[in-house]
């Protein structure tokens, strides 16, 4: 009788693990789409990612490099003091965004130019982005009581 307790325990276990791995796989299926890591210009400068993948980078905008094209086409370089990377934006910008400001656009890196389809500009000069914040203090470099903390 034990035996037969014992081995329906382990059949409930092992359907158990195989239901957890399947919602684990579905939920990560779903969200493949949904994730959109960060990249500084300086990691798109030394690996590109492929132009099918949707990423975030972030920096400044640098100075001199803003142009506006034909219709609502915006061309600048955004910069993080390492690298510089073209970014290419059609629609209308916020209202803080301006040369050398700091930004985040989301969008795919295609022939070398980012092809933005969002930006975010930051809203004042003490504020400083989570996933910023976290890289300095992984670098020793970030330090308590300062602009955005």
Not at 8 to 32: K, N, S
Not at 91 to 97: E, N, R, T, Y
Not at 102 to 116: I, K, S, Y
């Amino acid at each position: 009788m034990k035996s037969l307790k014992k081995k329906r325990r382990v059949q409930v276990i092992a359907l158990a693990a195989v239901a957890l791995i399947g919602a684990t796989a579905l939920i990560g299926y779903a969200m493949r789409d949904g994730i959109n890591f960060f990249r500084s210009p300086s990691q798109v400068a030394e690996t590109p990612p492929p132009p099918s993948e949707v990423f975030r980078i972030g920096g400044l905008v640098e100075e001199g490099s803003l142009t506006r094209g034909q219709g609502e086409a915006i061309r600048f370089r955004v910069t993080d003091g390492g690298a510089t990377v073209p970014v290419v934006y059609t629609g209308v910008l916020p209202d803080l965004f301006g040369e050398g400001q700091g930004m985040v656009g989301t969008g795919r890196l295609v022939d070398g130019t980012f092809e933005a389809s969002e930006i975010l500009a930051k809203h004042d000069e003490t504020y400083m982005p989570k996933e910023v914040i976290d890289a300095l203090k992984e670098q020793g470099v970030y330090q308590e009581g300062a602009p955005g903390s």
